[in-house]
């Protein structure tokens, strides 16, 4: 079956810009979270969606940052006026309810430069 | 307070040797444990997990130990292939939270 597919690859903007990155999860997978990597750096958590319940937003850096998830699948991840220090990977990661919840199936990331 | 840690960025080891990379946690509620593989330009994939109630889980050439009074855990793989070469993260899950947390990875080289 298909896996975690994220949309676009690659993103250049200038500074100043907004963005919208998105994430569509494998089908039937209830939990979807958002992190990004930064050159040299670990994954940074940023947000975690889990069935209808309001979002776990702790990990946003700012309030230039946002996400939706609309209709239980598909989530957009919104970059509001970038910065050079958003440059980063920005994955996405989707995982299944019950026994194997703490499995995430990731995507292949879409790489941010911000000029 | 970084919960997760994996406090060597890098290790290279040879071709058929073993190769250990180490994890410590803080936080004792996490319950599960988990090692993932990402190579360049693609996503983590999962690779092997424990349960915080036991201390060994082996799948084939992997091995992973949790040693709960330490608040650290390992991975082994042995015998080492070049085709291992990636960045190695340690990540635990809370069910709290219901979120794992991941440390900063450990880059593998395996020279042949």
């Known amino acids: 079956g298909a896996g975690v597919s994220q949309s676009p690859s690659n993103k250049v903007t200038e500074k100043g810009k907004d963005v919208e990155l998105r994430c569509d999860p494998i089908?039937?997978?209830?939990?979807l979270y958002w992190y990004r990597q930064s050159l040299g750096q670990g994954l940074e958590f940023l947000i975690y969606f889990q069935g209808n319940s309001a979002p776990d937003k702790s990990g946003l850096p700012s309030d230039r940052f946002s996400a939706e998830r609309t209709g239980g699948s598909v989530s957009t991840l919104t970059i509001q006026r970038t910065q050079q220090e958003d440059s980063a990977v920005y994955l996405c990661a989707s995982s299944s309810s019950g026994r194997l919840s703490y499995e995430q199936y990731f995507g292949p990331g879409t790489r941010l430069t911000v000029t | 307070d970084q919960q997760v840690k994996q406090n060597s960025p890098s290790l290279s080891v040879q071709e058929g040797r073993i190769s250990i990379l180490n994890c410590d946690y803080t936080?004792?509620?996490?319950?599960?444990f988990l090692w993932y593989k990402k190579y360049p330009a693609e996503g983590p994939t999962f690779l092997i997990s424990i349960s915080s109630i036991k201390d060994k889980n082996e799948d084939g050439r992997f091995t992973v130990f949790l040693n709960k009074s330490a608040k650290h855990l390992s991975l082994h793989i042995v015998p080492s292939q070049p085709g291992d070469s990636a960045v190695y993260f340690c990540a635990a899950f809370s069910p709290n939270a219901g979120k794992s947390t991941f440390g900063d990875g450990t880059t593998l080289t395996v020279k042949p």
């Open positions: 089908s039937g997978h209830t939990a």
């Open positions: 936080n004792s509620m996490f319950d599960y």
